[in-house]
């Protein structure tokens, strides 16, 4: 098992999360709806914004540990209480299928 799985492994599934899916509302504006929770382990990685192109672009600031069965996208965040976390990345860290890593940025409140 690789590091990331490693260090979030399924013992620390200790947080429940809401998954939200954004929608498009008539007006043009993003609307988030819940989709249900997941169990979820979270970890910090570190923080920090980078200038791309003439724009600054977030970095990772967690690491969140679902179960494999959850179908997240990078169009969809994490709630955890009054915390947002936009879903940057999401992989498989071992190719089981068992654990899903994503790679999020903490929404600044």
Same mark, same amino acid.
């Not at 809401?18 to 990685?45: F, H, K, M, N, Q």
């Not at 724009?55 to 540990?65: D, Q, S, W, Y």
């Not at 069965?69 to 976390?85: I, N």
């Given at each position: 098992?690789?590091?990331?799985?490693?260090?979030?492994?399924?013992?620390?599934?200790?947080? *429940? *999360?809401?998954?939200?899916?954004?929608?498009? !509302?008539?007006?043009?504006?993003?609307?988030?709806?819940?989709?249900?929770?997941?169990?979820?382990?979270?970890?910090? *990685?570190? !923080?920090?914004?980078?200038?791309?192109?003439?724009?600054?672009?977030?970095?990772?600031?967690?690491?969140?540990?679902?179960?494999?069965?959850?179908?997240?996208?990078?169009?969809?965040?994490?709630?955890?209480?009054?915390?947002?976390?936009?879903?940057? !990345?999401?992989?498989?860290?071992?190719?089981?299928?068992?654990?899903? *890593?994503?790679?999020?940025?903490?929404?600044?409140?």
């Amino acid at each position: 098992m690789r590091a990331a799985a490693k260090s979030l492994h399924s013992g620390r599934l200790t947080k *429940v *999360v809401t998954l939200e899916r954004a929608a498009t !509302a008539p007006s043009g504006d993003t609307v988030w709806t819940a989709d249900g929770t997941l169990r979820a382990g979270i970890e910090p *990685v570190g !923080a920090g914004e980078r200038e791309l192109a003439g724009h600054v672009e977030g970095t990772a600031t967690h690491r969140i540990l679902l179960n494999g069965r959850a179908a997240v996208t990078s169009r969809d965040r994490l709630v955890l209480g009054d915390r947002r976390f936009r879903i940057l !990345a999401a992989y498989d860290p071992d190719e089981t299928g068992r654990w899903l *890593v994503c790679l999020v940025e903490e929404a600044s409140r």
